[in-house]
Nanobody, 125 residues
Framework: VQLQASGGGLVQAGGSLRLSCVVS????????IGWYRQAPGKEREGVSC????????YYSDSMNGRFAISSDNAKNTVYLQMNGLKPEDTAVYYC???????????????????WGQGTELTVSS
């Protein structure tokens, strides 16, 4: 079982970037996939999650509508489209998988069954 996040990099403020989380070794439709991030010296923060069974998704309020989560079931991949990036979005972004559905609680308690490695995003001012 593996979750591999990718797509991070260096972006100027106001720019956009799309992260990918490729999932392998599980029945994709049985899981919720979520994104969370951790900035240097700060606590982990939930970003978004999506239920692969029905496509329902939740976002942390702090994303202010700038981010969009989506999935391609044929590719077992979940995407996080990030627009209007700000320097405070600088962090390592991780994806996780939970057998079940996404709920707002998942963005807070990080109860994932499977944790992936992160991809680093730096937003310059």
């Amino acid at each position: 079982v593996q979750l591999q996040a990718s797509g991070g990099g260096l972006v100027q403020a106001g720019g956009s970037l799309r992260l990918s989380c490729v999932v392998s070794g599980i029945t994709f439709d049985d899981y919720a996939i979520g994104w969370y991030r951790q900035a240097p010296g700060k606590e982990r923060e939930g970003v978004s999650c999506i239920s692969e069974s029905d496509g329902s998704a939740y976002y942390s309020d702090s994303m202010n509508g700038r981010f969009a989560i989506s999935s391609d079931n044929a590719k077992n991949t979940v995407y996080l489209q990030m627009n209007g990036l700000k320097p405070e979005d600088t962090a390592v972004y991780y994806c996780g998988a939970l057998r079940g559905t996404c709920t707002p609680l998942l963005l807070v308690v990080f109860g994932y069954d499977i944790w992936g490695q992160g991809t680093e995003l730096t937003v310059s001012s």
